[in-house]
């Protein structure tokens, strides 16, 4: 935050954290080679996916409005940035799971401060190499259809991205840059037509503010956009509730069919049957098996506390049998 300024960056403003672009430019020999070597410096600052797309100002806001002075002033990414890195950062699937918690929050921030650092770190290093860069969070301009776009998931009826490694477990950043880079293309593994069919978010949601038919170009307020048919979340509904809790809600995210452990090769095997002709079967035995319910936050804490024993009593019976070997020898 710089509150001296009136802005929250990452929030409600860019990030301008940031040394100058270098005065030449280092040439990559191709789009291609380029996005291969952003993504890749991407994944090893952190993030989790990565996509690219055009910049398309379709999504960008028409303005920005600080909570702070209450004021609204025009959008300011600089122009001619016509490339955009969309990057995903996984929550984590356990704490979501006691979804709506205090430990549920904690996955949410953390989500959202390793963005931040991806995304600042990427825009520097492409500053570094003599090309504009802006890093991007919730600010500015609309992430989930620039994700669709760059090739990250698909759109659920809850209103958000779901990816095929995290389901809609992820925060999304993005950096607009004028990089010329190889674009990613959208991908389809059934989301909407299993979407079609499920109604757990729908039923999970507090406030019910999830659409229980099909897509429409339907609007409940300002805070949704205009002439797109999709699944439209009355989002005012949605954080009047997170407000009144004081704390995150996202029982959306863990209620949805898709929100599993995909390291995993059964749950593999359920998402691809989900995108098959069996995803009605996929939908009846996620519910029958008991997905989705809610964790008691103290299992949690129960859990990690027998892991923390399990790892004393492994270093100590590990240097037992250290000091065993040494008397054989």
Known sequence: ?????????????????????????????????????IKNIAKRFGAD??????????????????DMSLTERPNDIPDGLKYVIVTAQKMDYDLISTVPSALSGAATGLGYSHDATVVLSV?????????????SMNDSSLNIPMAIQAGLGEYGRHG?????????????????????????????FGVKEFCGICRGCTKGCPVKAISDGAPTTQTYNQSNIKGIKKWTVNGEKCFGYWAAQNSDCSVCIRVCPYNKDYSKWLYQLGRWLAGTRLRRFMLTLDIKLGYGKRKQPKLWWQGQRQNFNNFIRNFFSSGKQKKNNQKLR
């Open 123 to 135: 825009a520097q290093y492409l500053r570094n190499l003599g090309y504009n860069a802006v890093a």
């Open 49 to 66: 996916i990565v996509g690219i797309t055009q910049y398309d100002e379709r999504w960008l806001y028409t303005q920005k409005f600080s």
């Open 160 to 188: 958000l991205l779901i990816t095929k490694e995290f389901g809609p477990r992820v925060r999304l950043g993005k950096i607009y840059t004028d990089l010329p880079m190889a674009l990613d293309k959208p991908l389809h």
């Open 1 to 37: 935050m710089k509150e001296n300024e009136d802005r929250r960056e990452g929030f409600s403003d860019a990030f301008t954290l940031y040394r100058d672009v270098a005065k030449e430019k280092t040439h990559f020999g191709s789009p291609k080679a380029a996005a291969d070597e």
